[in-house]
């Protein structure tokens, strides 16, 4: 029986994690033909790379660093998820247009309640300005939960893009005066172990803090949250299990059950 076709496009990829979770779920669900492969692509040859994927059967594609902005311009249609926030994460293909939505909003908000990480009233600062920031965002001020949010990116002109997308008095700058209560990065510094150089004050509230990305170890975020005196600081592969739930659904009709993965995951 042919395979039915999914897959992450991404660069780098080489460290997803996506394909474990989807092929965990397809067995739970006893979905013997199924498969998850990775897509290493750059910017040049996003545009070819996902038209080939569909071309060649493909039936559901995740979208991955750094490609979510420029892959919600190559979308023939969007969903709500994905219009409110300006960036895409899950592709789908009907007939000839492709679909785009994002999950990563909906994915970070569940993983915040399974932690029970309260929202209410808070004082949020996202680390960062690139496409899982605008779909935090987006989330974060659709939650109803009276949260304030500062933006702090290495590029301030972008930041100021995506200030500028939402036109929400409930966003703005990073200032230097403030503190906070949740700190989420956006930015991939985890990624290579480089020297990580934040401005201190934004520990100054003891924030619980999270990190985008995920790893089998302490995450070098992570870490340089801890030996500032964070009591808390998690990882985003809690999100990133819930991100592909959303994705699963969309694709299959269908929600998996993600009880007790993120354990099993850290333990593989
Ligand atoms: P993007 O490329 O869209 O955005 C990256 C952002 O990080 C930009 O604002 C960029 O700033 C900033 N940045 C990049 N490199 C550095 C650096 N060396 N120092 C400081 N800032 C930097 O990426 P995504 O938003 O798609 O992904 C970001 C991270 O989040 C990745 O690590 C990814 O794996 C993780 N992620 C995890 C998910 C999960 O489910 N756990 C889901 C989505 C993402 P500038 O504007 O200056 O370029």
């Known amino acids: 029986m042919a395979k039915i076709k999914f897959a992450v496009i991404g660069n780098p990829i080489e460290h997803s994690m ?15 033909n199924f498969s998850y492969k990775k897509i290493l692509s750059t910017e040049a040859d996003l545009e070819n790379d996902i038209s080939k994927f569909f071309s060649c059967g493909g039936r559901g594609l995740n979208v991955t660093i750094p490609f979510k902005l420029s892959a919600y311009k190559l979308c023939n249609q969007l969903d709500s998820t994905a219009s409110r926030c300006g960036s895409v994460n899950t592709l789908v293909k009907d ?64 930041a100021e893009k995506l200030i500028s997308f939402f036109k929400d008095s409930k966003l703005e700058m990073y ?15 985890s990624m290579s172990g480089e020297e990580i150089y934040l401005p201190m004050d934004i520990l100054k509230n003891n924030p619980t803090c999270y990190d985008l990305f995920y790893s089998k170890e302490t995450t070098s975020f992570q870490k340089w949250a801890y030996n500032h005196g964070v009591e808390k600081c998690f990882d985003g592969l809690g999100m990133l299990i819930h991100q592909a739930k959303h994705s699963f659904f969309i694709w299959n009709g269908i929600t998996p059950d993600t009880n007790l993965l993120e354990d099993n995951l850290r333990f593989i």
Request: hydrophobic fraction near 35%; aromatic fraction near 4%.
């Open 18 to 32: 996506s394909p474990e979770i989807h092929e965990y779920f397809a067995s739970q669900n006893k979905l013997s």
């Open 95 to 158: 007939e000839n247009k492709i679909i785009g939505h994002n999950t990563d909003g909906l994915g970070f908000i569940d993983d915040l309640r399974t932690k029970n990480i309260s929202l209410v009233k808070s004082k949020i600062l996202i680390i960062g300005a690139g496409g899982s920031a605008m779909s935090i965002c987006s989330a974060l001020l659709n939650s109803n939960q009276e949260v304030n949010i500062s933006i702090l990116n290495r590029t301030i002109v972008n």
């Open 175 to 189: 200032n230097k005066k403030d503190s906070y209560d949740l700190i989420i990065n956006t930015t991939p510094i």
